[in-house]
């Protein structure tokens, strides 16, 4: 059978990724709202970035 | 400010959706090279799927761009019981996890179309096999991609204002086709799983902001008793029907037959569709029983809360959108109130609750909800039209087709093209959103006994199949299209959707009875040998005495489906009452869901003990 790099890594990636606009947004945030709710975005993807970066199959 | 006051998105949000799109694409598309190995790869992930990514990509399939409208909406209109039309899904989708996820995987088919030529055979069979490829894959699948489309087109409107939908759409749907026709179920799986956390983020936070809006959960309760009085409160807060009416009377035929009877899209009885994809794509049996059960907690009891909570928030901040769903068209025009109809409004209407940064997430969690549907119909209806009807064509032909994997990969690439086109032209036809369900529902009602029973009772054929459909079909005729549902109604009392199904399934189950009494059963070589390979539980008299092979204990599964079936309704129970701040039902049905698990865990104990003496 072929070998196949981690199938999880690109997805880890795609969260890292998309936890980039969410954590500039905290600073644009012009609302205490708009700092944790964004803060609390960006931590979560982060969260599940590095839960999939370090699966193995 | 009105119902149709449109949120407008910042510079800030737009990069955020053009971002998403860029992730999303790119994480697509790393899987192409590893789709385009062969066809095992490109719809099965190479059977290689985790428990949690096949479960998170079942559900994040399960809800289209507009579900979070449509649960806020019931919530609006008729309080939070009016999502039992959708919950008595349940009792179906916790048998399949504990009765048929094992035999699905055991089967190692790569569609469930290709079930029927390991359990039945003859003429008939193929002849079933090939029209189910082009009903599931051609009829149904566009229509479910017609029905999700013209779906967005409402939400791109409401969501994206000054946008073109037309073009908008059109973009988008390319966009998805390029890398959902590259790289195959992986990169489908991969995307939704981004997608789910996005989607379920975004509703969580704007649940979060709603409430924090409203003053806190307990003013949100009570402000709701302001805004529709006690009674109105009650009916908007029980998780139960409040009152013996026509809807009650329609949420108990619903319980008691429509789990089982009908083949809705994604709680097919016994199994089917994406479902069966995801679990022949499990690494193991224990994944894909694993992940199914993931699957049916995160849609029942984690998914609908936000939304539903949402609802209630949208209630009391903007009331008009309750008293609108109180009143008929003319009572609405009257009043003043058609800007706040359909109830479906109000879920955007809070988007103005959003900051910079989340709104552009939550805004791409639709574009998130709509392609994660859209890249499964795709993958799913490409997998019909190959594994089930070109390759066994080539077969009989002695086509060399069979020995070049990169060759059946182009034309399952073709097929996804085939599909989406197919779909984009019903979109296009269907006249309302809703038509294309009623019709699925309604032409299948009363063949998902059959799928049921064809994995516990021998005698089950594919002329039982057969004529379970054309029961269905000639009995949703005379039922719907001339009308007797409404004579029945009249003479029953009852409600008539609810009458007219109880009428086909009756009409649907007794030609499947006949026709499966009175026709040969399948013959010996081909139960033995699905016997053999599957080892289902239940009632295969002859068969199980020939063989050596120790069966499943569907008495055990059996109570493992009860056990579980207790254990998710009494988390959504209890979780939602817990929120809601009803403290005493809230921990009692989290103690019945804490009972439950206990229960669970034995007979999975005994599950292992009996495998070990296998």
């Not at chain 2, 013996?244 to 709680?267: E, K």
């Not at chain 2, 936000?306 to 209630?312: A, E, H, T």
């Not at chain 2, 009257?334 to 109830?343: D, K, Y």
Request: with cysteine; charged share 15%; proline share 4%.
């Amino acid at each position: 059978m072929q070998a196949h790099p981690s199938p999880y890594l690109p997805i880890a990636v795609g969260f890292y990724l998309l936890a980039v606009p969410l954590v500039i947004a905290i600073f644009l945030a012009d609302s205490a709202a708009g700092g944790w709710t964004n803060g609390i975005a960006a931590a979560v993807m982060l969260v599940c970035g590095r839960l999939l970066q370090g699966g193995r199959r | 400010m009105n119902g149709t006051d449109a949120v407008t998105l910042s510079g800030w949000d737009w990069a955020f959706l053009l971002w998403f799109l860029a992730v999303t694409t790119g994480v697509g598309l790393y899987y192409a090279k590893r789709a385009g190995s062969n066809l095992q790869e490109y719809f099965l992930s190479g059977r290689s799927l985790p428990w949690w990514a096949l479960g998170t990509s079942i559900v994040a399939t399960t809800f289209a761009a507009d579900t979070p409208l449509v649960v806020a909406g019931f919530v609006i209109s008729g309080g939070i019981a009016k999502n039992w039309i959708w919950w008595n899904f349940l009792f179906g989708a916790t048998l399949t996890v504990f009765l048929f996820s094992k035999l699905w995987r055991r089967a190692a088919v790569v569609t469930e179309i290709e079930l029927i030529d390991l359990r039945y055979d003859g003429a008939s069979a193929r002849a079933l096999r090939a029209f189910k490829a082009v009903f599931l894959g051609l009829v149904v699948n566009s229509i479910i991609f017609g029905f999700v489309t013209r779906a967005m087109l409402s939400i791109v409107e409401v969501v994206f204002p000054g946008l073109d939908p037309g073009i908008a759409l059109g973009g988008l749907l390319a966009l998805t086709l390029f890398y959902t026709a590259l790289s195959g179920l992986w990169g489908v799986v991969a995307t939704d799983v981004l997608q789910f956390v996005m989607a379920v983020l975004g509703a969580v936070l704007l649940a979060a902001l709603a409430v924090s809006e409203v003053g806190g959960l307990g003013a949100l309760v009570d402000k709701l008793g302001a805004v529709a009085g006690p009674e109105g409160q009650e009916r908007l807060l029980s998780i139960v029907p409040t009152s013996w009416d026509a809807f009650t009377a329609g949420v108990v035929i619903l319980v008691l037959v429509n789990w089982w009877a009908v083949y809705y899209p994604g709680a097919e009885p016994g199994g089917g569709g994406y479902v069966v994809q995801r679990m022949s794509a499990a690494l193991d049996e224990q994944h894909a029983r694993a992940g199914n059960l993931w699957f049916v907690f995160a849609h029942y009891v984690l998914r609908p809360w936000p939304w539903v909570i949402v609802g209630l928030c949208a209630i009391v901040l903007e009331p008009r959108f309750f008293e609108a769903a109180q009143l008929d068209e003319a009572g609405r025009e009257a009043a003043g109130l058609t800007e706040f109809h359909p109830p479906e409004k109000a879920y955007p209407w809070m988007f103005r609750l959003l900051p910079v940064g989340l709104l552009g997430l939550v805004a791409a969690s639709f574009l998130a909800a709509f392609m994660s549907t859209i890249t499964t119909t795709l993958n799913l209806s490409a997998s019909y039209l190959v594994n089930d009807l070109y390759l066994p064509f080539a077969a009989r032909r002695g086509s060399s087709a069979l020995q070049d994997e990169k060759q059946q990969v182009r034309v399952a690439r073709g097929a996804v093209v085939l599909v989406s086109v197919l779909g984009a032209v019903v979109s296009w036809i269907l006249v309302s959103a809703g038509d294309g369900w009623v019709f699925i529902m309604d032409l299948t009602a009363g063949s998902g006994l059959v799928l049921i029973l064809r994995w516990v009772w021998w005698r089950i054929s594919a002329v039982s199949e057969i004529a379970a459909m054309l029961g269905s079909a000639v009995a949703f005729f005379f039922v719907r299209m001339e009308g007797y549902d409404a004579v029945l109604a009249e003479w029953t009392g009852g409600p008539k959707d609810q009458v007219g199904l109880l009428a086909i399934v009756l009409g649907s189950t007794l030609a499947w009875v006949v026709a499966t009494l009175v026709t040969r059963p399948t013959g010996d070589s081909t139960l033995d040998a699905f016997f053999a390979r599957v080892r289902p539980g239940g009632f295969w008299g002859p068969v199980a005495q020939r063989s050596a092979v120790r069966a499943e204990s569907l008495g055990r599964d059996l109570r493992m489906w009860v056990a579980s079936t207790v254990l998710v309704f009494g988390a959504l129970f209890g979780l939602g009452s817990l929120l809601l701040l009803d403290t005493a039902v809230g921990m009692a049905c989290i103690a019945v869901a804490l009972g439950a698990g206990c229960w669970l865990r034995q007979l999975f104990a005994a599950e292992r003990e009996a495998e070990a003496a296998r």
